[in-house]
Structures are given as C-alpha cells and as structure tokens.
C-alpha cells in the first residue's frame, strides 16, 4: 500500500485501523472533522469535513493517499430514528461527497462500511442476495451508500466494496453495548436484570475480526461482488452468550426474560461469499472473544 486514508479515523473501528496499519509502517491520513493530533511517525491527521472535496482532493494529492476506508457516520439505529436528517446528511450525503473527491483526484479503491442493518427483519442466515427492507434510517442510508458505489463502479470504474458488518463489541467500544453492560454490572458484584430480549439474535463480531476484513477488502484485486456480509463464527441467541458470562465469571447473576428486543430480528449474514470472494473466515469464537473482552472490562470503563 502507499498512504490510506480512513474517515472517521478517530471512531472506535478507525483507531483499530489506524493504529494496525501503523504498525505495519503503512502512512494512514485520519481524516476526521474533529481535531486529533498524529500518534506515530506513519500517522497524519488531517481536519476536515466529508463536504469540502477540494480539501478532501487536496489531502489525496498532498500524501499520495491511493485508497480510501470510510468509517465516517451516523453509526447507530436508534440515533438514526431520533435525528433522520442529520443521519441522511452524514451517512448519504458524506458518503457521495467522498465518492466524487476520489473520482475527481482519480483514485479508485474505497471500501465502505455498511451494516446487517440493510436487511431488517428476516427469517434465518442471509446472504448478500436477499431482499434488502431496511428498518430505520440508518439502515436506508447504509443501502443508499452501497448503491452509490455499485454506481460509482459501473459508470466510473471505481472499487468501491461495501462491508455488511454485524454486531461489534470488544475492548474501547463506547457505543450502547449489551454485552459490555451486562460484563460491567457483574464484575461490580451487582445483579443484572432485564424483562424482554434473551431470544434475540446477535451475529456478533470482535472488532480485531473487523479490522481484519477491512485490510483484506483493502488489499484485494479483482473482487466478485462488491458487498459482503462480515460477522463472526455464528448468531447467538442472548440467553447464549449470558450461558457464556455466566461460565467465565462464577456466581454472576443474571435475569433475562424471553422474547425479542425493538431491534431487526435476524437470523445472521451468511458468510460464504466474504469467503469466497475476500477469503474472509472469522478469527475466534464467541466464547474467546468474551474472555478477553472481560478481562479487559476489570480495569477499563470501555
């Protein structure tokens, strides 16, 4: 790779990525609309909005950025239903914004984050092919961005790949977080009581799983496709993975009643085709992941 630029490179998955490729003495450009300051010789931070293409051409042509991954958005279902507009602005307009400055400094390798959001609700694995029936705002702005670089690809010779990503969790993640909840409740010695949601489904996937999709979507030439699923080694039902915390953390309490949460009822992302196409297989199980997760969770508030 020469330089990478990444959106939103001081988001939970940005800093994953930034700090990965850094170690392996790739130059990465964050480019966030916050101010950050570089964290090592192979990192420039660059202030600036997803709107101002010429800054954007500018910040591509200055550092010989030769590809693109776009963490930058309005990153969670419920925000989305609250603030429609501002996440339409965010997510589609941003996103197309970021498109035409690539195109127009003639670059072409982006990968996007997309989410299992696009699917809503539905019955059993899906795969990449299924009706897409989104839910809630976010989830149409995650399939508007995947169309636009689909679009971007046919008309403009573009290689735009879209990341259909499941549910994340592990260690630093500030977003609304089941499992982080319940892991931070008992290690205080405390009950965890929930009424509603323990046969929900998760398809969850450790964020080092992530970034080790995104680098692979990065890298890869000649893709078949250009949205895939990303999750980890299987969906689990809550009751599950409390089955889980209750084995790594003895005498934990824990009450979760049946039935489903607001959120979209699926049953998982099919992941024959990140295989096939990106050679993506997940990394860990659940229960490895969760170990690690709490341990974590002792000494960190994150």
Do not use: C
């Not at 693109?68 to 914004?97: K, Q, R, W, Y």
């Not at 549910?167 to 630093?172: L, N, T």
Request: charged fraction near 20%.
């Amino acid at each position: 790779m020469s330089a990478v630029m990444i959106t939103g490179g001081l988001g939970y998955v940005g800093r994953y990525l930034t700090q990965k490729l850094s170690e392996q003495g790739v130059h990465v450009v964050s480019y966030n609309r916050d101010y950050s300051e570089a964290k090592s010789e192979f990192m420039t931070a660059v202030q600036g909005e997803l709107f101002d293409i010429p800054k954007i051409v500018r910040t591509i042509q200055k550092f010989g950025v030769d590809r693109v991954i776009h963490t930058a958005a309005m990153s969670h279902p419920d925000l989305s239903i609250e603030l429609p507009i501002t996440t339409v602005a965010a997510n589609i307009d941003g996103t197309i914004h970021l498109l035409e400055a690539m195109r127009m400094a003639g670059i072409k390798k982006l990968v996007n984050f997309s989410s299992e959001a696009v699917y809503g609700h539905v019955e059993g694995v899906v795969n990449e092919q299924a009706p897409a029936n989104p839910t809630t705002p976010y989830g149409v702005t995650k399939l508007a961005t995947e169309h636009f670089g689909r679009v971007y690809n046919e008309l403009y010779g573009m290689e735009v790949v879209s990341l259909r990503i499941a549910e994340v969790y592990g260690p630093e993640n500030k977003m609304p977080q089941i499992l982080r909840d319940i892991l931070k409740t008992v290690h205080r010695g405390e009950k965890f009581t929930l009424s509603s949601g323990g046969d929900h489904r998760f398809h969850y996937i450790h964020v080092e799983d992530v970034v080790r999709a995104v680098l692979i979507a990065a890298e890869a030439k000649d893709i078949k496709g250009s949205v895939f699923n990303i999750a980890g080694d299987r969906p689990w039902r809550l009751h599950e993975a409390v089955d889980i915390i209750r084995k790594l953390i003895p005498g934990a309490h824990i009450e979760i009643g049946g039935g489903y949460w607001h959120l979209d009822r699926q049953g998982g992302g099919g992941l024959s085709a990140a295989g096939g196409g990106l050679g993506y297989r997940a990394g860990g199980t659940l229960e490895r992941g969760m170990s690690h997760y709490s341990d974590w969770l002792i000494d960190h508030e994150y």
